[in-house]
């Protein structure tokens, strides 16, 4: 047992690739344990899918090894290439590609057949598969006599029915309408940790990889700009643009006045901005001086009547609503200050009009400082 879970591991070290003299991909180092579900998050373009591909075997890496449980499947700097059909592994991707032509039984046969399986074994797995993503009466069924969530669930099946070692899935859930594609992610996941599957995961939707994932993997321009648990990345971001990427946070520029560890995972920042000053966490330590960005989230902020004074554990601007938008959720307040606007959200109950003149607080527990000056799109 133990050498099978040792077995799909997938591990990428050092991998880039090269279109002509432009890095699509750089210096990825990256390791999904086994039965992990890892997320690769990022805008359009920062290349996830090319990193997804180099995985499969579907595109060359230009530097780097890739190694998929103990074997070494790509290495640029030794010529190692293993095909993808040697790579056993499943695959679903944003457009379901199921064959119009077939029914949703032979569908999810294809992989089977063309590893020319025998019959008696192709019935058996295919039906426990179509069971296992409740699919198991419409086997008959012509597949484009589905709708877009039941032709993912064939999509789906069609990766596991050979039982990889590893299931890569590029944006798998795009395609489907808000409410469908939170069941089928609920859905997926639940199989994936039924199977204990080591997944590799591909999408650009922040609620998505946060609601599905171990761990998410955020890059931009090739890079990785960070990995964690879902709240580590959003609570504790290590740089300005992992912030920025996930909702509209308050980024207020200010400088370090005075540092103090709170613990071997954070220090207390007492820092200085425009017309205001407060503490905040940080991860790292700073000196006096030092610029950093504040993050404020504005779930986090709270709305408090003008002049009243902010608790010692809190931070306070001054200023008047601006504008005032109803989610259905929440209401998202803007408020101008006398150095920029700050988001807050907060009930959709609570009312305020436009032009009071009001107080924003947060906790400085809810403050999180990152370094200034680092570079952002
Ligand atoms: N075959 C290719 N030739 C040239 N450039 C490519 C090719 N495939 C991808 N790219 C470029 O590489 C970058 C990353 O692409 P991709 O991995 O598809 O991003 P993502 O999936 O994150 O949206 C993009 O700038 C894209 O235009
Ligand atoms: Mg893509």
Partial sequence: MRRRSAMSEVVLEKVSRNFGNFAAVADVDLRVNQGEFVTLLGPSGCGKTTTLRMVAGLEPNSGGRISIGSEVVSDAGRGIFVPPERRRLGMVFQSYAIWPHMSVFENVAYPLRVRRRPNAEIQEAVTRTLRLVEMERFADRPAPALSGGQQQRVAIARALVFEPKVLLLDEPLSNLDAKLRLQMGDEFRAIQKRLGMTTLYV????????????????????????????????????????????????????????????????????????????????????????????????????????????????????????????????????????????????????????????????????????????VTA
């Fill in 203 to 374: 999408t650009h939707d922040q609620s998505e990889a946060m609601a599905l994932s171990d761990r998410v993997v955020v890059m931009d321009r090739g890079r990785i700009q960070q990995i964690g648990a879902p709240e580590e990345i959003y609570r504790y971001p290590a740089s300005r643009t992992v912030a920025a990427f996930f909702g509209t946070p308050n980024l207020l520029d200010a400088e370090v006045r005075a540092c103090a560890r709170i613990d071997g995972r954070r220090v207390r920042l007492d820092v200085v901005g425009q017309g205001w000053a407060g503490r905040c966490e940080a991860s790292h330590e700073a000196r006096p001086g030092q610029a950093v960005t504040v993050m404020v989230r504005p779930e986090d902020a709270r709305i408090a009547s003008a002049g009243s004074d902010a608790g010692d554990q809190e931070l306070s601007w001054s200023g008047r609503i601006a504008h005032s938008t109803f989610r259905g959720a929440t209401r998202s307040i803007v408020v101008q200050t006398d150095n920029g606007q700050l988001n807050v959200d907060m009930s959709a109950f609570d009312a305020h009009a436009i032009g009071d003149n009001v107080n924003v607080v947060v906790s400085q527990r809810a403050a999180w400082a990152v370094p200034r000056g680092d």
